[in-house]
């Protein structure tokens, strides 16, 4: 109960407001540092290094492991494919963050508080999610029934500490490095299952060359797009980002991380296209699509790396901010109270600073702690989401007058997070550091009657997500942390 030192010092650090976080976290003083003073010239050396580290859980043990998303109770019955910590080391002068995927649908906050505790060398790490609906339950809400969570605690451990280990695997694999950027729009690699239709279809790389030989030795790649794993499917998979990375990796002969970014609003492969290119295929099965899309990403990346450009990414600076964000949906906070959903809860007072923040308890309206960043890696501008956004919060793509029949028609637009983050090479990381759900705009909330489009019931999404608030709270964190690294 009460009053938590540490969170509060991890959260002041950032805005590097309060003297005291000093005393409480050395590390602090990087962080006013970072964001405010340190400037170190353009043209400083860069060093990058990839590595990665199995996460796959052992089905031969007593203990069920139940796969995350979809259904209840999909009970793994074998290993179709590997899931994997992919992590990536940026150093430069004399600092260093690292930027990890793992084939999960969603590691939470708690677990990314473990994993940095464990780098603690580190300026900045981030733990981003594929968002594999094939992988073990790391949320609990997959479990064998409503009232059992799906998590097996030991894995979640096993987990944090591969994700240390590729990271410090990486951080040994460094070497002087230059990066190229790349980007291309291609709107027939997505489907909206959602309206309105609104996509992010860029797909967004990093490139690294060896200083020494300009030989290849990493691609970060960014790409916006559900998996597509059948929905009675009992195999371990890291679905098509797994085909994307591997084919990557193939063909360029280097390691590659693999990024999710705006995902929500139900983004997935075009309707029907999988199963036209499948068509002359007499025993396709579903895992042939996965295989195929997976291959047109990495065929898309291809195209735009074809096109890449020099990108200088130092120096490196971070403006990371905790925060709380009200869990206005029942559904969730039932299955917090009941110990599903295995998360701290913290009583939600109207004041999304975390400062003050006491443990929930009763039956007051209760809040999730999770994070929100800036990082400005020289030219380069990335945002950090802590969930699945919905594409129309990144562009600000909405219809000129709301919909009929949305519940909040006077409700403001978010300020979308391209206008928030400056310059023009950007990357958007979706599921990062923590899955707190979908991540949609005010103004196309449809829960209650009558529902916008003439439909005679609700569109998909709402119960996915923490409420109708959630999309201001984070974009105007993110602007802060944009605020605090102005020059
Ligand atoms: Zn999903």
Redesign the pocket.
Known sequence: MGYRKLDIGWATRITGIDPMTKLILPRTIFFLFLACVSRSAAGENLEVGFASADITPTLESETKVYLA?LELNRVAKEVNDRLFSRAMVLESGGHKIALVSVDL?GLQYPSVLKVRASLADFDYVAVMST?T?AAPDVVGIWGSSRSESGIDTRYVQQVEDQVVRSVRAAEEATVRAVAEYAALNDESMLGDFRLPHVLDSTIRLLRFRRASDKSICGIFVQWNA?GIEPRDNSRITRDFFGVTVDELARRHDCEVVYVTGANGGLMGTPDGMLRKLLADKDDADPFDAIELYGKLVADMADRALAEATPIELAPLEVSAKKILIPMDNPGFTALRRAGVLSREAYRWTGDRDPKDARQAGGDGPEALATEVAYLRLGELHIATIPG?IYPEIIYGEYPSTPEEGVDFPEASLERTIDAILPGVKKMFLGLANDEIGYILPKRQWDVTEPFAYGRTSAQYGEVNSMGPETARHLTETLAECVEAIQP
Do not use: A
């Open positions: 998303g649908i968002h609906h559900h699945e």
